[in-house]
């Protein structure tokens, strides 16, 4: 079966420090994962994707995530946070069945100034 | 631009009323999907479409039916609409195929049912 889990309902970071959103993950096979983002009131927005090749993808807005196979996790990141990436995170994973995605409760990020 | 356009973005509908939300997408795409969203349940799979004519269930079909008459078009239908169905709804697209494509989402209707 395949399943996504964002360990984390609310993460509170300061205006310039890092960030991390933390996603693990199930699925049979090779999975190819992704992150979007949600500001209020609106639907939801890519930001990258790991499909194969290097573990550390970058995508939009200065994130970037890492794929870990070991640990089954696929975090995001981004180096320096802005007031502006405050917003729902949410990871999903699309698995054998190619056309159906598996999300993550998703996580709220708030960046203080 | 790409886009998948939601005909509303509120509404409000009575306990017992017949709802229909619709979805268009202008990419030719022959995937679309429902889902809603509720706090702390992340998005869950109402119904999907692989074709025109074509439907399948998700996670949580009970109380919903959808119709997919033209290929831009995927419309959700609640049949007689109860306030646990309270919600946000999410239409997403997808290209056929290959994985690693990923969705495209409307801006989402907020429906309440009183």
Known sequence: AQSVAQPEDQVNVAEGNPLTVKCTYSVSGNPYLFWYVQYPNRGLQFLLKYITGDNLVKGSYGFEAEFNKSQTSFHLKKPSALVSDSALYFCAVQGYNFNKFYFGSGTKLNVKP | DVKVTQSSRYLVKRTGEKVFLECVQDMDHENMF???????????????????????????????????????????????????????????????????????FGSGTRLTVV
């Open chain 2, 34 to 104: 429902w889902y809603r969203q509720d706090p702390g349940l992340g998005l869950r799979l109402i119904y999907f479409s692989y074709d025109v004519k074509m439907k399948e269930k998700g996670d949580i079909p009970e109380g919903y039916s959808v119709s997919r008459e033209k290929k831009e078009r995927f419309s959700l239908i609640l049949e007689s609409a109860s306030t646990n169905q309270t919600s946000m709804y999410l239409c997403a697209s997808s290209p056929p195929g290959t994985g690693g494509s990923g969705y495209t």
